[in-house]
């Protein structure tokens, strides 16, 4: 079932209130920092809208516990919104979140100060999606068309996680959904 842009508001007013893992911010200002940055960048509404949602798998599983991996294991939240936003969203918003942990995996293996500059929160997941790419890995994820925005995500999405930070609110980024869906192909 598609999510409209008013269940996705929801999810991260009610959802989003919890802690963003062992991060000093919750799910809902890390995404707000998020997409804040990405906007900041000057990037296009279809990208500000990854940054806003790339962690929506998340609060997914939370809703679904099904979905959720407490055990240790990677809960693969990257893939986990994807079909709810489907038909919704363009490619051009897609494909970066599904590629953003990728990405992290691509920056620790061409970026020798990558790892040093997670957090500790995402130097332990990375362990859990299957650490640093080798050089053919990193060279095949360069090969897709959305792995400069995916990279582009990944970085915002590092330096989301400021207590003290006052991005925009939701109804600013309801509007950029709502500019971003243009691009959806829906039947």
């Not at 053919?136 to 990944?154: T, Y």
């Not at 590092?158 to 500019?179: M, R």
Request: glycine fraction near 6%; proline fraction near 6%; aromatic fraction near 6%.
């Amino acid at each position: 079932m598609a999510l409209t842009v008013d269940d996705i508001i929801g999810l991260l007013q009610v959802q989003g209130a919890a802690q963003y893992g062992r991060e000093a911010v919750s799910q809902h200002q890390h995404a707000l920092q998020c997409a804040h940055l990405a906007e900041r960048a000057g990037a296009a509404p279809e990208l500000v809208a990854a940054a806003l949602l790339h962690d929506l798998g998340h609060l997914l599983a939370i809703r679904a516990p099904v979905a959720a991996s407490p055990s240790g294991t990677d809960d693969l939240h990257q893939y986990v919104a994807l079909p709810f936003l489907r038909g919704v969203f363009p490619d051009a918003v897609l494909e970066p979140i599904r590629m953003h942990v990728d990405a992290k995996r691509y920056l620790c293996c061409v970026d020798a100060g990558y790892w040093a500059s997670l957090s500790p929160a995402s130097q332990r997941s990375l362990v859990l999606q299957g650490g640093p790419f080798s050089a053919e890995e990193a060279a095949a994820f360069l090969m897709h068309p959305f792995a400069l925005d995916a990279v582009a995500l990944r970085r915002w999405d590092d330096s989301a996680k400021n207590p003290a930070a006052t991005p925009p609110d939701l109804a600013h980024y309801g509007a950029v959904l709502e500019a971003a869906r243009s691009g959806a192909i829906t039947c």
